[in-house]
């Protein structure tokens, strides 16, 4: 399947794309809320300012896919293999990401308020500018991971692992920013 049979499948009404083999396909600036790539094989696909609110993606493979300034609220993420994509400027509110694998991921300026990230794996990942604010980073493996200016206001971030993760000037949850002090 291309990238116009699935505009064009969606357009009729077509929603299931459970499963689909979708390695490198483009989808720029594509409208395709609501729909179902759940398992799907999304490998390098460049879905950069798609819209892709209340999407099913879980299980999905994204492995570096482009997702910039993509709007991902409310989608379902859970199991993702999202490693080496881009997120950049990406809607992330209420979206569910537990158990997702972000590693080395770029997540700069992106919005992740309210989001899921339970056991989520940011190893090496980029949150510049992030907002995560009330997000749920319960066991969430932030280690080496750059929060630079980072917004974590009202973030729970019981059992998260901060191993080496750069933290200076975030906005930790407490309101206050983290000021990293050289000795």
Not at 24 to 40: E, H, M, P, T, Y
Not at 113 to 127: D, H
Not at 141 to 155: H, Y
């Amino acid at each position: 399947m291309n990238s116009q049979e699935v505009v064009t499948l969606y357009q009729a009404g077509k929603r299931n794309f459970s499963q689909a083999d979708l390695p490198k396909v483009k989808l720029i600036f594509v409208r395709l809320n609501g729909a179902n790539f759940s398992g799907a094989n999304l490998h390098m696909a460049n879905l950069r300012g798609a819209d892709l609110r209340g999407v099913d993606l879980r299980g999905a493979d994204l492995t570096g896919a482009n997702l910039r300034n993509a709007d991902l609220t409310a989608a379902n993420l859970e199991g993702a293999n999202l490693s080496h994509s881009s997120l950049s400027g990406a809607n992330l509110t209420r979206a569910k990401l537990k158990r997702a694998n972000l590693e080395k991921s770029i997540l700069t300026d992106a919005n992740l308020s309210q989001t899921n990230l339970k056991f989520a794996n940011l190893r090496q990942s980029k949150l510049i500018g992030t907002i995560l604010t009330g997000a749920i980073l319960l066991g969430t493996n932030l280690n080496e991971a750059s929060l630079l200016g980072a917004n974590l206001t009202e973030a729970s971030l019981v059992d998260t692992n901060l191993h080496e993760a750069n933290l200076t000037d975030a906005t930790m949850p407490n309101g206050k920013v983290y000021i990293e002090i050289l000795a």
